[in-house]
């Protein structure tokens, strides 16, 4: 009662899987993945034990159909299983037992695995694969969207519970020291793809990074308001007040200032 989709961005040099469930926690069955290695969904009557065997594989130098394939003769339940992967380079296959309730099946395709199982058709996967090839933009973006699509087509038979998405990316996590880029769940919610985007613009917020040539020099008026805003945070510095609001990662020392963080000091300075 899951559909999943696992994909790579090579461009961002990426890996990541988002998957909604009628189950309670999803997003600690289900979804697994490593930077410069590959990614993974394990699903339907789950073997959580592909997740640290696959990536394993996979940081072996195994290939996507090379895991699939062990993983599943070396499971004696293996018909009730479903699984999807995307390797380093791109390369997917999936796996669907035939013991997995109806309806329940998979797309792979360059860089992407899409998989389903007691859905409502095979329109949700359809949704799953055709939403990730047509869309740009950032991984986690291009995934909840794909989300948002495979739901819209159907989704799971049974409704809606739980949602997960999990992205890696080499030194891509919190303070450039971890590479779990993104790993945002919501474990129990009536909808919890809504309530996973929601989350995820918090993240962005916090963690995303503005290109360069966006950012806003502080001199002149724009300067003269930042200050102001500052001190009627009651702080004495942008990286004092930034630092609270959790937004230090979006400050240099250097005078110029992030979109991001000015929206921000100008919501917490409004007047209440």
Known sequence: MTYSIVARDPDASQWGVAVQSKFLAVGSVVPWAEANAGALATQAYANPQYGPDGLALLRGGSDAAEVVERLVRADAGRNERQLGVVDRDGG????????????AGHRTGENYAAQGNILVSRETVDALAETFVSTSGTLARRLLECLQAAQSAGGDKRGQQSAALLIVQERGGYAGMSDLACDLRVDDHERPIDELARLYVLHDRLFGVTPDEDWLPLNGELGAEVQALIARTGHSTLREWAGVANLEDRVREE??????VLEALREDAAPR
């Open 255 to 260: 005078p110029r200032i992030d979109p991001v």
């Open 92 to 103: 997917s296959a999936s796996y669907t037992g035939p013991g997995c309730m109806d309806w």
